[in-house]
């Protein structure tokens, strides 16, 4: 069993920035983040495969936010730069052990942290 915690959310202007962090207790294959706004489903928002470094990103959030980790404390990070208002929500780290290929899929994830909130206001 692996253990995630996120750290990093806030409150924050549009145009801002902030950076997630999310603290894994092992290794993990794959990592990503969603997020879940009120009223509205989970959405992936992008992941890493962290041994290869492979990354991939929901189109909303291309060019603005970068996923990247730290191999020898299990760390994975979540830079976010021109936030919008639409980026409020509560993100969650998601992590495997195993490869699935299906990496914005929330069923390929077997642990999930209890998620940060970011507000973003106008």
């Known amino acids: 069993q692996v253990q995630l915690v996120e750290s990093g959310g806030g409150l924050v202007q549009a145009g801002g920035s902030l950076r997630l962090s999310c603290a894994a207790s092992?290794?993990?294959?794959?990592t990503s983040w969603f997020r879940q706004a009120s009223g509205k489903e989970r959405e992936f928002v992008a992941a890493i495969r962290v041994t290869a470094g492979t990354t991939y990103y929901a189109d909303s959030v291309k060019g603005r936010f970068t996923i990247s980790r730290d191999n020898a404390k299990n760390g994975v990070f979540l830079q976010m730069n021109s936030l919008k208002p639409e980026d409020t929500a509560i993100y969650y780290c998601?992590?495997?052990?195993?490869?699935?290929?299906?990496?914005?899929?929330?069923?390929?994830?077997?642990?999930w942290g209890q998620g940060t909130q970011v507000t973003v206001s106008s």
């Open positions: 092992g290794p993990t294959l794959t």
């Open positions: 998601a992590a495997s052990p195993y490869y699935r290929a299906a990496a914005a899929a929330t069923g390929s994830y077997d642990y």
